[in-house]
C-alpha cells in the first residue's frame, strides 16, 4: 500500500510515531515526519511503499494525526 505524509503541513506533534513506529518517524534534521528508511520509495522523506500486515498501524496513525497529512492508498 502507498503511504504518503505531506510534510509540509506536517505540525511534529509525534502520534504518528507513536501509533506506527515501524513505518514513521522523526526527521532529526528538521523535526517532521519521515517514513522509515526500510519502507521509503525514491528516496522521497515523505512517500512509501508499505506491506498490508501493517495497514491497521498506518491506518490508526494517519486517524490520529491532528492535521491530517498522512494519506493511505
Same mark, same amino acid.
Given at each position: 500500500m502507498k503511504v504518503t505524509v505531506d510534510r509540509e503541513n506536517c505540525i511534529s506533534c509525534g502520534?504518528?510515531?507513536s501509533d506506527c513506529e515501524e513505518v514513521f518517524?522523526?526527521?532529526l534534521?528538521?523535526?517532521l515526519t519521515d517514513?522509515?528508511?526500510k519502507y521509503? /520509495?525514491?528516496g522521497e522523506l515523505g512517500v512509501?511503499?508499505?506491506p498490508e500486515d501493517l495497514r491497521d498501524c /498506518?491506518?490508526?496513525a494517519a486517524d490520529g494525526c491532528?492535521?491530517?497529512v498522512i494519506r493511505v492508498e
Open positions: 502520534a504518528c510515531w518517524e522523526e526527521n534534521d528538521d523535526g517514513i522509515t528508511e521509503r /520509495v525514491g512509501g511503499e508499505v /498506518v491506518q490508526d491532528p492535521e491530517e
